[in-house]
């Protein structure tokens, strides 16, 4: 049972090229999530989906877009990176049907400098 | 308006010097209250989830409790590998279906060997 992974771990990118960031999850979980992470900012919500082909924004949605063709995995999209994107984003699952749970589970992070 | 405060933001310990952590919240019904661990160039980790006042959870040397404004995490003896960031969450009735939580800025906790 690997969890939720992340690829890839760091990347830099420059001012306006685009890339995807993976996340996959192996627990059967409805819930999935993307966060931002700045120091002294806390986590930040960026997009979620609570399953299969839904998806809604969260507090910082701008800049970004997401999918989820399926239920493991939830890529978000970067469009035209600007220096502002650069941060940790954490992928992060949660509730598995049935069970009456719904703590938040993390991947490892993917570190992104745009320069 | 929902909300999260954790203080203090940072705390350093001697190794074996007990103390506590403080997560206090505001929100309109509270679903479930979250400690998550969060070592450097990590992803948090989960710790405990507590779901009404009076609610207890230990896990080695922590324990985490609850009223209906507070959390409280208390190391008991910590050690040096106790060193990390702990983050307080907490999910309201307003999270609704999408089950979003509500996140602290987090304390660091430094234990000095």
């Known amino acids: 049972n690997a969890g939720v992974t992340q690829t890839p771990k760091f990347r830099i990118l420059k001012i306006g090229q685009s890339m995807t960031l993976q996340c996959t999850q192996d627990?059967?979980?409805?819930?999935m999530y993307w966060y931002r992470q700045d120091p002294g900012m806390g986590l930040k919500l960026i997009y979620y989906?609570?399953?299969?082909?839904?998806?809604d924004k969260g507090e910082v949605p701008n800049g970004y877009n997401v999918s989820r063709s399926t239920t493991e995995d939830f890529p978000l999209r970067l469009e035209l990176a600007a220096p502002s994107q650069t941060s940790v984003y954490f992928c992060?699952?949660?509730?598995?049907?049935?069970?009456?749970?719904?703590?938040?589970?993390f991947g490892p992070g993917t570190r992104l400098t745009v320069t | 308006e929902d909300q999260v405060t954790q203080s203090p933001e940072a705390l350093r310990l001697q190794e074996g010097e007990s103390s506590s952590l403080n997560c206090s919240y505001t929100?309109?019904?509270?679903?479930?209250l979250f400690w998550y661990r969060q070592d450097p160039g990590k992803g948090p980790e989960f710790l405990f989830t507590?779901?009404?006042?009076?609610e207890e959870k230990e896990k080695e040397r922590l324990k985490a409790t609850l009223t209906k404004k507070e959390s409280f995490l208390h190391i008991t003896a910590p050690k040096p590998e106790d060193s990390a960031t702990y983050l307080c969450?907490?999910?309201?009735?307003?999270?609704?279906?999408?089950?979003?939580?509500?996140w602290g800025l987090g304390t660091s906790l430094a234990v000095n060997p």
């Open positions: 969450a907490v999910q309201g009735m307003n999270a609704g279906n999408n089950r979003k939580l509500i």
């Open positions: 929100v309109s019904g509270l679903r479930g």
């Open positions: 507590l779901y009404s006042a009076g």
């Open positions: 627990m059967n979980h409805n819930y």
């Open positions: 989906s609570v399953g299969a082909g839904i998806t």
């Open positions: 992060a699952s949660s509730y598995q049907p049935g069970q009456i749970k719904y703590e938040q589970y």
